[in-house]
């Protein structure tokens, strides 16, 4: 079944067998989080010929295989809803093991990413509160790094719910000029991965602080 997020526009794909006939669902928007209702599609019902196009409610055709539904793809389903979840975007098990074992630490549900394809297929399914990606991930060039670039690019209510953290051979730990240029929350340098988890604990407090002053100042004009 093609769904359509109808706050942000986003398009995905659920299995049939989740939603039964006639029966009506409530899930979230693996995007922006928005609540949707979904229910699945009568059989008995008339033709589409008779009814109202897909069109007239915003679907559009999804022609990408890769876009089905897969568990695998969306491992975090059933988790309860204030569990946090982090994607790791490295390939080298010396500085990803450090990493991992902080996060899990700090329990969050942790995904792994094999290459580019497989983290966008699983950002397409959830909404990260951490992500940690190399700028060599998938790269020759880490001035374009294609995912660093579609996070950047991503629309700013979504972007800001994201924790990115870049690791680099090329610049320092938490450089603060070089974390701006390159759109990151973070950067932490890959001989510091030992002490992940000092600098992941000040770069969180740092960042909640400042999206707490933010959220105050939002709620603070949409009064006046």
Not at 90 to 116: C, G, N, R, W
Not at 188 to 194: F, L, S, W, Y
Not at 195 to 208: A, P
């Amino acid at each position: 079944m093609e769904i359509q997020c109808d706050q942000c526009g986003g398009k995905f794909k659920i299995a049939d067998e989740k939603v039964p006939v006639g029966k009506t669902v409530s899930l979230s928007c693996p995007t922006c989080k928005n609540r949707l209702s979904i229910t699945a599609p009568d059989p008995n019902a008339p033709p589409p010929e008779e009814k109202a196009s897909a069109g007239a409610f915003g679907f559009t055709e999804m022609t990408d295989d890769s876009s089905s539904y897969d568990a695998s793809d969306k491992p975090f389903d059933f988790i309860e809803e204030e569990g946090e979840t982090a994607l790791i975007c490295e390939t080298d098990t010396q500085i990803k093991e450090p990493i991992k074992k902080v996060l899990s630490f700090m329990e969050y549900h942790i995904s792994d990413a094999t290459d580019i394809r497989d983290a966008l297929k699983k950002m397409r399914y959830h909404l990260f509160d951490i992500i940690v990606i190399n700028e060599t991930f998938g790269a020759r060039n880490p001035d374009a790094n294609n995912l660093l670039i579609y996070l950047e690019r991503l629309k700013m209510k979504v972007r800001r719910e994201i924790f990115v953290v870049m690791l680099s051979k090329r610049f320092k730990t938490m450089d603060h000029m070089t974390e701006f240029k390159k759109s990151v929350n973070m950067i932490v340098n890959v001989n510091d991965a030992k002490h992940f988890e000092k600098i992941l604990n000040r770069g969180l407090s740092e960042y909640h602080q400042f999206y707490h002053i933010y959220k105050e100042m939002v709620r603070n004009i949409s009064t006046i």
